[in-house]
Each structure stands twice: as C-alpha cells, then as structure tokens.
C-alpha cells in the first residue's frame, strides 16, 4: 500500500508515486498525454498545477499587433513593412491600418499642445 504525506504533496510526488514514468500513454488523460509528447514531463505537470480545470485557448497569432505595428512603423520601406507583418501573422493591410492609426493619434496629440 501506498502511503501519502498530504500536508507535502505535490503533483510531481504523485507522478513518482503512482510510478507514471514510462507509463504515461496508460497512465495520462489523452490531453495530457499530448502535452508530455510535445513539451515534456515538467512542463506538462506545470501546466496542470496552474491550469488544470481552466480551458486554455491559443489564438492563431503569438504576437499583438499594436507589436508589429510598432516594428513595423519603424520602417521606412513598404515593402519591408509587409514582410514584418507577415512574420508576425499579419496582413501588411492590418499592421498599415494600424501605422496609419498610431500617427493620426500623435498628429492630433502634438496639434492639442
């Protein structure tokens, strides 16, 4: 028989105990079994510490594009412009609307002074 200290519990100790290790296909909810495929046994537990319960959504982009824009502002070329919207996800259409945006607003800013 298993014995379990609670008062020191963690889900790493449980892993241990329930002897997982080489087991997990047996072992893990098929969610959790992708986890430990993609991003290992660490991390996976991480992720169930934190956010077991939670849906997790991941948008289609890593970056925001106030970021890009901000980039991408940088930059005189269009044509470079479009490839650093491109990286990030974007259309160059979406990061110039946003440029454009971001300079009417300081326009209007530097006029109210």
Excluded: W
């Excluded at 925001?64 to 990030?88: H, M, Q, T, V, Y």
């Amino acid at each position: 028989m298993v014995q379990i200290d609670f008062e020191h519990i963690s889900d790493e100790i449980v892993y241990e105990i329930f002897q997982v290790d080489g087991n997990e296909s047996e072992a893990l909810n098929d969610s959790y079994l992708e986890l430990f495929n993609l991003i290992g046994r660490d991390a996976m537990l991480k992720l169930f510490t934190h956010f077991h319960g939670d849906k997790i959504e991941c948008p289609m982009r890593l970056y925001r594009p106030e970021f890009i824009a901000g980039l991408a502002g940088n930059e005189p070329d269009r044509r470079e412009r479009a490839k650093i919207a491109r990286a990030g996800g974007y259309s160059a259409r979406v990061i110039e609307n946003l440029i454009s945006k971001r300079r009417k607003e300081l326009e209007a800013e530097s006029c109210s002074t």
